[in-house]
C-alpha cells in the first residue's frame, strides 16, 4: 500500500502538468505512457499482493460463477460462450475468479472470442479456457508463465497486458491445489486446461 501510494503521487502530479503541455499530439502520447505505467503499476501490485494472501476455502457452485462471469463478459459486448455441468466444489473463490477472469481476459485479447468448457469427473474437474486465435508456440508455453514475460510481436499497445495474467492465473490454480498447462486447440489456437482436484 506504501509503495503504491508513493508511486501514484508523482504520476498524479505529471498527470496534472501533462494538461499545460500545448501539443496535442505530444500530450497524447504522454498520456499514454502514464496510463500504461499506472497499469503496470496495478498489475504489480495485483500480482504481489496475490502472492501474499490466502482466503479460506468454500463449498462454491463453480457453474454458477463461471456463467456470471461469462455473462459479465458477454455485457460488454464480448463473444464468450460456456458449456458443460460441474457439481459444487471446495475452492478460494477469488482466487478462482481471478485465474478464470485473467484466462478469459487472454483469449478475448488475443482471439477476440473465448469458449469456456466445465468438464466433472469423480477425481477432478477440468474446465478449459478455448479460444481459435494466434495460439502459442509449444516451445513457448511455459516460458508465458513466467512475470512479466510478453511473447515478441505482442509488445504493443493494442495487446495490451504487462504480461502477468498467466502468471496470476497459474498461481492461483496452485493456491487450489490444481495446475493451469495450456495446450493448441483443435483447428488451431490456444486452450488453457484447469485441473481441480475433488478431495
Do not use: W
Amino acid at each position: 500500500g506504501a509503495v503504491s501510494h508513493d508511486l501514484r503521487t508523482p504520476l498524479s502530479r505529471l498527470k496534472l502538468r501533462l494538461e499545460q503541455i500545448d501539443d496535442d499530439k505530444l500530450q497524447g502520447q504522454m498520456r499514454q505512457d502514464l496510463n500504461d505505467m499506472i497499469g503496470m503499476l496495478d498489475a504489480t501490485l495485483t500480482y504481489l499482493h496475490e502472492q501474499r494472501t490466502s482466503e479460506a476455502l468454500q463449498l462454491m457452485d463453480v457453474q454458477a460463477l463461471v456463467e456470471s462471469l461469462c455473462e459479465n463478459a458477454q455485457d460488454q459486448g464480448a463473444d464468450v460462450q460456456v458449456s458443460g455441468h460441474c457439481a459444487p466444489l471446495q475452492v478460494q473463490p477469488m482466487a478462482l475468479r481471478s485465474c478464470i477472469n485473467n484466462l478469459m481476459d487472454n483469449a478475448l485479447r488475443y482471439a477476440g472470442q473465448a469458449r469456456i468448457e466445465l468438464q466433472d469427473q469423480r477425481e477432478q474437474l477440468l474446465i478449459r479456457v478455448i479460444d481459435h486465435g494466434p495460439g502459442i508456440a509449444e516451445d513457448k508455453r511455459e516460458a508465458v508463465f513466467e512475470p512479466f514475460y510478453r511473447l515478441e510481436g505482442s509488445r504493443n499497445r493494442n495487446s495490451g497486458g504487462v504480461g502477468l495474467g498467466m502468471t496470476i492465473a497459474r498461481e492461483a490454480a496452485q493456491r487450489l491445489g490444481g495446475q493451469l498447462n495450456l495446450a493448441e486447440t483443435p483447428g488451431g489456437g490456444l486452450t488453457a486446461i484447469i485441473r481441480l482436484p475433488r478431495t
